[in-house]
């Protein structure tokens, strides 16, 4: 599950009573049943199609049949809602490409349920290595206290593998950050040559493996593949294999946790692409009216990366600037003029370089398409009743965007 990815990764031990794991059993059937249900309502549905139903209205249903069914009433409402949530997101990372369809759950294989709304004092130290937490409808659960609890912790995931162990995940979810009160706005855009182009013209790179870094993965996975399978050399290098890679995560959420808190101190109203729209739209190969944008950026193994780090970013803008993202449904961004609104294929010089034929606008093309976000952004907003923020959001003439 990828659900509070980002949150730290504090995992702990979880030590239930024989009393107590009968009660997390409980609760992970109910998790189970109530995913098991929500992929059972998408199974039919396909691009394209009406909408199977979301986050909400499974939540309604939810609460009819616990009104009817007493076992499910008696199980834990926050249990039985996060796992619909977790559903969602995991629907969600399906659509931006970074994870499979979810799938059928089976009892004893990754069980596991949510628990949310946690209060400062539900988790507590009782000795060195000794720590206990609140679990609603169980009681405390103590867990072996190998490092310190992040701090803020508003939710946790409890977790049961298959050879029996539990385990418990805090994730701190950062506090929103104050809106600046300028009214500005700000397009952001995930680039082909670039992790994130913003309309400002500002192009930021998530950073990567340093070169002697990929050299030495790549020795390690030739090693992995020599490895005889159980060997004790096997393990060590899938360790080694395993530390890189956390350095390489390490310094991506580095960079997402920079930049997100950076975006919601600068601007009022943050507009990313809808990504669910775009993945509709657009294929790898592309579309006949947008051939081929992602191509690059798409291929390779780097692919999944970008998307997980693009990913993280915007989950981290909706914890730190709530209210204030805006995802819009930006066609033709990639190929339309920002400067005159114009649509032209061949505006594309490169890759790298947008190059306007009706009004000689040249620029990044990265950060073009940022700028047509912002302009997007700028119709959703003043669609609405009025502008989300205090102040008025500063508006561009613009040219009208034709609607898809
Ligand atoms: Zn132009």
């Not at 209060?119 to 103590?142: C, F, M, T, Y």
């Not at 209210?323 to 961004?333: D, E, F, I, P």
């Not at 609104?341 to 370089?353: C, T």
Request: with cysteine; glycine share 6%.
């Amino acid at each position: 599950m990828a659900v509070g990815r980002l949150a730290s990764v504090s995992r702990y031990r979880l030590q239930p009573t024989p009393t107590e794991e009968a009660a997390l059993l409980e609760h992970c059937a109910h998790a189970r049943l109530v995913w098991n249900l929500a992929v059972e309502q998408h199974a039919h549905w396909r691009p394209g199609r009406l909408s199977a139903p979301g986050f909400a209205e499974q939540c309604r249903q939810l609460t009819e049949a616990r009104a009817e069914f007493a076992w499910l009433r008696a199980g834990s409402v926050i249990v039985q809602q996060q796992a619909l949530k977790d559903f969602a997101q995991a629907m969600a990372n399906y659509f931006i490409g970074t994870h499979r369809r979810p799938t059928w759950r089976k009892r004893g294989r990754s069980e596991g349920f949510r628990i949310v709304a946690v209060q400062a004092d539900d988790v507590h130290r009782l000795s060195r290595n000794v720590g206990e937490v609140k679990i609603p409808k169980v009681g405390w659960v103590r867990f072996r206290w190998s490092r310190d609890v992040p701090e803020g912790v508003k939710s946790y995931r409890v977790t049961r593998d298959r050879a029996g162990r539990w385990h418990v995940a805090f994730a701190a979810i950062p506090e929103p950050i104050p809106a600046p009160g300028t009214g500005g706005v700000v397009g952001v855009d995930r680039g082909v040559a670039v992790s994130v182009a913003l309309s400002t013209g500002e192009l930021s790179h998530a950073p990567r493996l340093l070169e002697a870094e990929e050299t030495q993965l790549r020795r390690l996975l030739r090693k992995l593949a020599r490895a005889k399978p159980g060997s004790n050399r096997r393990t060590s290098v899938k360790h080694k294999i395993a530390k890189v890679k956390a350095r390489e995560r390490d310094r991506r959420k580095d960079w997402v946790e920079k930049t997100s808190t950076d975006l919601a101190r600068r601007f009022d109203v943050i507009a990313v692409e809808d990504l669910k729209i775009r993945n509709m739209t657009r294929s790898t190969r592309g579309t006949l009216a947008e051939p081929g944008r992602n191509v690059r950026a798409k291929s390779g193994l780097n692919r999944s990366i970008l998307a997980a780090g693009w990913g993280q970013l915007v989950e981290r803008l909706e914890h730190k600037a709530p209210g204030r993202l805006v995802k819009v449904s930006a066609a033709y961004t990639s190929q339309r003029c920002s400067a005159c609104g114009i649509v032209d294929a061949k505006a594309r010089e490169s890759q790298a370089a947008f190059a306007c034929r009706s009004c000689s606008y040249a620029g990044n093309a990265d950060v073009n398409a940022a700028r047509n976000i912002k302009l997007a952004a700028g119709h959703a907003v003043s669609a609405r009743e009025g502008p989300r923020v205090a102040e008025p959001v500063h508006r561009e003439p613009q040219p009208v965007l034709l609607s898809v």
